[in-house]
Each structure stands twice: as structure tokens, then as C-alpha cells.
């Protein structure tokens, strides 16, 4: 079937820890994928995208490649803060269609 | 720009009754979509309107649930009778074109008791 599966929550780090979330997809023919992020109290924002293989979506010093071969879309950040504190959603979509959403991962980070 | 608009922002209804959402999507976006977000979930599609038609409504529970977008601008979505298993943060978001990303409101967070 067409899903998003990402890594389990909740991840903890200290401040200035690597991050990285797993996100993996099915789909037939070559979906656009992105990340969306939820901060407290507030609405899913779009944080990053990549539309077609080997794109790297980039935005606030988070990161993820488009990774055909792998169906992956990792999202990576090397230095974490207290304020990236969020829930953070996977997603893909086709030309047609709407975005279909992993289950989300929580991120907490400590000082 | 304004964002999507949503209310009311909190819902608190007993089982069996009856409840409204709307929605008031970015100036100009053609599509809208209304999605039910259940704790610990991601957001999974209830309808997807383009302007004023529907486009995917193939996971909304039409025995109790309806949308409507009249006008092809703001749209309501309605819970007849309401289920405890309802109970959900329900999110509107609207794009430009079908295939560009989508703008989020802040939700309408719905308790069935």
C-alpha cells in the first residue's frame, strides 16, 4: 500500500546533540515528501521538502535527502536546541492526491 | 498573508449530539482539506475539495459525517451523531494548486464524553 512509517517517539537529547528521525515510504511512481513540524499549542508548519530523488530539502538547520533507492526521507539536524522541542511528521504525496502522514515523532530536548 | 482560519478552537460535547467546524482558508487557495488528527496519531484525510467540488472523500464516515464548501471558499464540516471515538483534533488546510504544500490551521479540538 502507499504509508509513511517513521521511528518511534519520544526522542530525548541535550542540547547540541546530532538528530536524526527515520522516515521511510511506499508509494508507486515518485511522490514529493516532506516534513512538517508541531510545535506546542501551535499548528503543523511545513518545515522542509524535496519533490524529486537525490533533492535535499533544507530549512532552520534541519536536513533530508530524497532517497529513491532506499524509499527514505531521514531528517537530520546536527546541533539541536531547547526550542526544536516539537512533534515532527513525515509525509508524502502524488500528483492527485493528498499528503498522507506518518505518525509523528516527538522531540524533546533538554539543557 | 493570513493563515487558515478555524473555529471554535475547543469542543466539548456528550455522545450522540451534534457538532460544526468551520473553516476559512488562505485568500486564493483552490483546494481545501479537512483532516481528523487522533492523540498520538498523524493526521489521517477526511475530505478534499477543489473549490467547490469534491475531489477524495473516500475516508469520511458519511453516515455521520458531512462537508460542504459552498462557494468554493470557506466550508463547515459537521459530526451527526457524535461518537467517543471521535474525539480528535480536527485540522483544516488549504494549498494554492493541488500538488503544492499545504497551510495548516490551528485545529478545532473536539471531546466527545
Partial sequence: GNSVTQMEGPVTLSEEAFLTINCTYTATGYPSLFWYVQYPGEGLQLLLKATKADDKGSNKGFEATYRKETTSFHLEKGSVQVSDSAVYFCARNQAGTALIFGKGTTLSVSS | ?113
Wanted: with cysteine.
Fill in chain 2, 1 to 113: 498573508e493570513a493563515g487558515v482560519a478555524q473555529s471554535p478552537r475547543y469542543k466539548i460535547i456528550e455522545k450522540r449530539q451534534s457538532v460544526a467546524f468551520w473553516c476559512n482558508p488562505i485568500s486564493g487557495h483552490a483546494t481545501l482539506y479537512w483532516y481528523q488528527q487522533i492523540l498520538g496519531q498523524g493526521p489521517k484525510l477526511l475530505i478534499q475539495f477543489q473549490n467547490n467540488g469534491v475531489v477524495d472523500d473516500s475516508q469520511l464516515p458519511k453516515d455521520r459525517f458531512s462537508a460542504e464548501r459552498l462557494k468554493g471558499v470557506d466550508s463547515t464540516l459537521k459530526i451527526q451523531p457524535a461518537k467517543l471515538e471521535d474525539s480528535a483534533v480536527y485540522l483544516c488546510a488549504s494549498s494554492l494548486l493541488d500538488n503544492s504544500p499545504l497551510h495548516f490551521g490551528n485545529g478545532t479540538r473536539l471531546t466527545v464524553t
